[in-house]
């Protein structure tokens, strides 16, 4: 029995997925499909596998690296080593999802012969488009995004119209969608209802026995959508609280609006006073050039008085002369006065002559 070559390369990586060795597993399943032979649903099945393993180690890496960047400061030196590394890892992400959507378009997509199968690879796709956004930048990023969707809604559709609700395949596509909403477009209303939706028509048509396998998908479904649950009612307290430091903004402003129509009535007020007070001032200046007038005028008679206060002081030393004049005159009056008193004394103390005074005779019976 002759062995293909499709069938060698599933066998290399049979035998290198059971070493660990994934990167080998994953290039020897792209040689496989390279051959243009049709998968079988088991090998289909360990083509995701490999690839999802080489892309998710690589996205641990590239999240980790993002992680001691953040905890990097003051260290121009580290931080550029991390760049680096970062954009080495980020290569990596892109040749691996690169490689997976070339094959889909060019091998795999063309070649779906079943609606299952069809929506199993646009949502593997999808998920590799995904990938490439969460490193992109600019206008690449919105394209991929474009292409995300496109991928997703695609397969959706198919799962709707050609699957059951329970379907696994149908169901795995909701929850990939839905976290491309939720945690990549970061809407998530639109993620929540989306699996709210796939998780209610799944058990709306199908008991516990049918639900089988299913059961996983739906249960992560399930956590997601309480996690976006936290996330919008947390979002929901941050809006309220904005609202209200809103609305005492706007309080505040109101407040501040009335002190401030105040102090403009108030300044019209000062205003008018201090137009009143330049008029008092005028008149002030008016009083004070009419009283500078009256003064000048006044000039003259005090002129005049002074010269009569002259002539008064010199009747009044002329006046004085004669007052000394007449002292003098007085002290020699005196003091001819003074002499006949001391000639006056002298008589009355010489003794009288006998009979002259017949007052002193003393006469006997």
């Known amino acids: 029995m002759s062995v293909t ?7 290399w990586a049979s035998i290198a997925e059971e070493a660990g060795r994934f990167d080998d597993a994953a290039l020897a399943m792209k040689s496989a499909v390279e051959t243009g032979e049709e998968l079988t649903n088991e090998e289909i099945l360990t083509l995701g ?3 999802s393993t080489v892309i998710g180690s690589r996205k641990s890496s590239w999240t980790a690296i993002l992680s001691m960047a953040q905890n990097v400061t003051n ?3 580290l931080s550029q080593m991390i760049q680096d590394y970062k954009e080495v890892v980020e290569l990596e992400i892109r040749k691996i999802c690169t490689d997976v959507l070339c094959l889909l378009d060019v091998y795999l997509l063309p070649k779906a012969t079943t609606a299952e199968i069809k929506v199993f690879f646009l949502q593997m796709k999808g998920d590799y488009c995904r990938y490439l956004v969460e490193i992109a930048k600019g206008q690449e990023r919105i394209d991929m995004i474009n292409e995300v969707h496109k991928a997703y809604q695609d397969g959706f559709n198919t799962s709707v119209e050609e699957l059951p609700p329970v379907h696994h395949a149908r169901l795995g596509l909701a929850l990939n969608y839905s976290v491309f909403y939720g945690d990549v477009l970061n809407q998530k209303e639109e993620a929540k ?17 049918q ?4 059961k996983l998908t739906m249960l992560l479904m399930q956590l997601n959508i309480e996690s976006w649950k936290r996330d919008l009612q947390g979002k929901e307290m941050k809006s309220k609280k904005s ?36 008029a ?6 008016a009083g004070l050039e009419e009283l500078e007038a009256g003064l000048e005028e006044s000039k003259p008679g005090s002129e005049e008085s002074e010269a009569g206060s002259e002539e008064s002081e010199t009747g009044s030393e002329e006046s004085e002369d004669g007052s000394e004049e007449s002292e003098a005159g007085s002290e020699e009056s005196g003091s001819e006065s003074d002499k006949t008193m001391i000639d006056s004394k002298e008589l009355q103390t010489q003794p009288k002559e006998s009979g002259s005074d017949t007052s002193d005779t003393y006469t006997e019976d």
Do not use: M
């Not at 008092?280 to 200046?285: S, W």
């Open 5 to 11: 070559d499709k069938q060698k390369y599933v066998k």
């Open 49 to 51: 596998y490999v690839y």
């Open 75 to 77: 260290c121009a030196i």
């Open 193 to 209: 209802n989306l699996a709210t939706q796939a998780i209610n028509e799944a058990t709306a048509t199908a008991n516990d026995d």
């Open 211 to 214: 639900l089988g396998d299913a």
């Open 243 to 278: 609202e209200i430091e809103s609305d005492v903004l706007e309080t505040r402003v109101e407040e501040l609006e009335t002190g401030s129509d105040e102090s403009e009535t108030g300044l019209e007020e000062s205003e008018t006073g201090s137009e009143e007070s330049e």
């Open 280 to 285: 008092g001032l005028e008149e002030f200046e």
